[in-house]
């Protein structure tokens, strides 16, 4: 059966039949009408399977990377199908736009973009089944009601279960989705319930999920070296020296093509063993190709920034009332030029892919956070037909915005049409670190003025970032709002960029994870010149409106003013004074992804050696009306909060002849577990949509790491990673 709902914004198309015994239900929702290039909108389907043994099997629609979404999207769903959760199933979906629209895993929108319409999908399930209910015993639907996977007729008592009814489902007319009432949240059972990850016993007793479990018939398995600067040509390779090596099977170049996200020139190794296909790597010699960029270093980088804010800026973001004017008068002045470094993204997965090429199709079985983009690029590349590739999607080890790139699939799939055999291709830790789609680096020349009253009157930023005149590389811009922009009478904000053959691209809270750091950090230290709590400033800061700006770009102040109110009470702020010597508290908060947060640190350093104990930060978090899985969202949170520490304590890419310098954990360290705080988190519960967790935790906690630690010890952080010698006595 078939409805479709006609209007100017949307369609819904639902579907429903009989399959083995059980009631399939498919729903989709078209987007809006002319929608498609804003963030809010996606074509949605959800699948759900009711077997005669009333267990429910629910499709995970979106790539799971750790962030919980396998769960929570399901349990939506279950919440409004009114099924009991431990009778419900849970099985990756493969990417199919068709039936699932957008597919990603990506700027924490997974929650809001299918919050309403797949509760819808349960909901229209459910009366389906009462009406189905209602047809067997002839009495109006609205004399029934559900619980745990039954129908229940309320007047006599009598029940069905889910199950047994779910056969009955294809000759139930498919009611009006807009039509069926939503439950009120007072009665849910599954959302806002802890629940554990549905892979986590799978996870710990290591049954395969993840990309580099993936084993088919036949399979090879395959290396793909490139050149150490981005984009190089092959000069050339002993092949046959990577072909006498026992195992190979193949060894050949890949002419490759330009684009740094696509399919890049190398030589490919393919053996019965990774270990073999290793060695037959080892044996090519490659020599590599001059490249223009192979000149570019940080160190240049560095020198041309400096240069580039002697000069004047090359492109204005932001310009109110007089910032010059407004220096000039002001009671106190500050100046301070701040750094960030190239970050690679460093999953505990390196890059993987199995493919098949056989009879002119495709199949792929990849960890994509953005599968049909990857599907898009294998087509054109190889000249194949989209439909003609099938992309099962895997668990991902990790991604952090990583796998929104398909680089690796490409590879794999050129590579296994040229081997005539199914082959797995495998990254190892040095490929990763080596060819990231790296966190721009980043430069900030600030001036800063407060009056006699302590109100920050002038804000002047000279941003030196990556590009070509005024179009940036990706992931390496800032907006004309980005705080605190709209909330300083005399704003001027400036952008200067540099050239760059380095790859770059979305990193978790793609900009937001360097901004917060400059930003709240320039910001403590107007408060400190002004005289002032760190927390009352920035009070003062965010004004008396409840809200700045509208649409997309608006900023909820009175939000910030409450997770920062919220913040302050729960990390004891005001006691800070009873800290010992050496300790000390900073604040800061950042709103992205639709999540206003604010955070807490608490540090010691030793003033003899400058290390760092980091004792506990405190995350308190607005995200709207109802956080879907408690459990999933404080892992989140607290994984954001640690992730940020690492980035600050420890992570840099440094570019030495065009190419990343580092190359695996023992230079490019990661946080361990003896320098993990206890990380404390509060969910602020406002009247508004629930929004995504994956990212937003993460922006604060490096500026309020880097205020603690001049609280503690009179020393300014300017430039990550923290240097620890800096920080003695």
């Given amino acids: 059966m078939t409805l479709e709902l006609t209007g100017a914004s949307r369609r819904d198309l639902l579907k429903a039949s009989v399959v083995s015994g059980g009631l399939v239900l498919s729903f989709s929702i078209a987007p809006k009408a002319g929608a498609a290039e804003t963030a809010g909108a996606q074509a949605l389907n959800a699948y759900v399977r009711i077997a005669p043994n009333g267990l429910v099997t629910i499709m995970g629609k979106n790539p799971e990377i750790g962030q919980g979404i396998k769960t929570s999207l399901p349990m939506m769903i279950a919440e409004e199908l009114d099924v009991a959760w431990e009778n419900v199933r849970i099985e990756q979906a493969d990417c199919d736009p068709k039936l699932y629209g957008r597919q990603f895993a990506g700027g924490s929108l997974a929650t809001p973009m299918n919050w309403d319409d797949l509760r819808r999908v349960g909901a229209v399930a459910r009366a389906m089944l009462v009406n189905a209910a209602a047809t067997a015993w002839n009495c109006p639907s609205g004399e029934c009601r559900t619980d745990s996977g039954h129908v229940i007729h309320v007047s006599t008592g009598r029940k069905m279960t889910y ?31 802890a629940k554990p990850q549905y892979d986590t016993k799978k996870i710990v007793t290591g049954q395969p999920l ?54 890049l020139p190398g030589v490919a190794v393919v053996a019965d063993s990774w270990w073999q296909a290793r060695k037959g790597r080892n044996a090519l010699k490659t020599t590599w190709a001059d490249h223009p960029t192979s000149a570019q270093s940080t160190a240049a980088f560095d020198k041309r920034a400096a240069e580039l804010n002697a000069g004047p800026p090359m492109t204005s973001l932001r310009k109110d009332g007089d910032v010059d004017a407004a220096l000039k008068g002001a009671a106190k002045t500050v100046e301070a030029a701040y750094s960030y470094p190239f970050l690679a993204h460093a999953p505990l997965e390196p890059q993987n892919t199995t493919a098949q090429f056989k009879d002119g199709k495709l199949e792929i079985w990849a960890p994509s956070q953005n599968p049909e983009p990857g599907r898009q690029l294998v087509a054109k590349t190889l000249g194949i037909k989209p439909e003609d590739i099938t992309v099962h999607m895997t668990r991902c080890g990790g991604g952090f915005g990583r796998r929104l790139s398909n680089d690796y699939m490409v590879e794999a799939a050129w590579i296994a049409r040229e081997a005539g055999a199914p082959v797995k291709l495998l990254w190892s830790r040095e490929d990763d670190t080596h060819h990231d789609f790296y966190r721009p680096a980043g430069y900030h020349y600030f001036k800063g003025g407060v009056d006699a009253a302590g109100n920050l009157v002038a804000w002047q930023d000279h941003f030196v970032t990556f590009g070509e005149g005024d179009k940036v590389a990706s992931s390496a811009g800032m907006g004309g709002t980005e705080f605190p922009a709209r909330f300083v009478p005399n704003c001027k904000i400036d952008q200067s ?178 320098m993990a705080p206890p990380v404390e988190v509060k969910f602020v519960i406002t009247d508004y949509s629930p929004t995504g967790l994956g990212e937003p935790a993460l922006p604060p906690v490096i500026p309020a790491l880097c205020n603690a630690i001049f609280a503690a010890s009179g020393k300014r952080i300017r430039t990550l990673p923290i240097d620890t010698k800096q920080l003695k006595a």
């Fill in 497 to 674: 960029t540099i050239p760059l053959g380095v790859p770059t691209g979305p990193m978790r809270a793609p900009g937001s994870n360097a901004l917060a750091f400059v930003n709240q950090s320039f910001i403590d230290e107007l408060a400190h010149a002004a005289g002032a709590d760190p927390v009352a400033f920035k009070m003062k800061l965010l004004g008396d409106k409840p809200m700045v700006g509208e649409g997309p770009s608006g900023y909820n102040a009175a939000r910030m003013k409450g997770v920062l109110a919220a913040v302050e009470k729960m990390s004891g702020w005001k006691d800070r004074g009873k800290l010992p010597q050496g300790t000390g508290m900073g604040v800061a908060f950042h709103y992205s992804h639709q999540g206003y947060f604010a955070e807490v640190a608490q540090v010691t350093v030793a003033p003899a050696t400058g290390a760092i104990k980091i004792d506990k930060v405190w995350v308190a978090a607005d995200v709207g009306r109802q956080i879907v899985n408690p459990a999933g969202a404080i892992n989140q949170v607290q994984g954001a909060a640690l992730e940020g520490l690492s980035h600050a304590l420890y992570q840099k890419v440094t570019i030495e002849g065009g190419a990343a310098k580092q190359s695996n954990f023992i230079d490019y360290p990661l946080l361990r577990m003896a």
């Fill in 210 to 263: 993840f990309g580099i479990d993936v084993r088919v018939p036949g399979m090879l398995y395959a290396t793909y070296e490139k050149a150490p600067v981005f984009g190089a040509k092959v000069a050339s390779a002993d092949l046959d020296a990577a072909r006498a090596v026992k195992g190979v099977r193949k060894a050949f170049v890949v002419e490759g093509g330009t684009h740094l996200d696509g399919l």
């Fill in 163 to 193: 199950g047994a009814l779910a056969g009955q489902c294809a000759g139930v007319a498919a009611p009006d989705p807009k039509t069926i009432p939503l439950k009120d949240p007072k009665a849910y059972k599954i959302i806002g319930q």
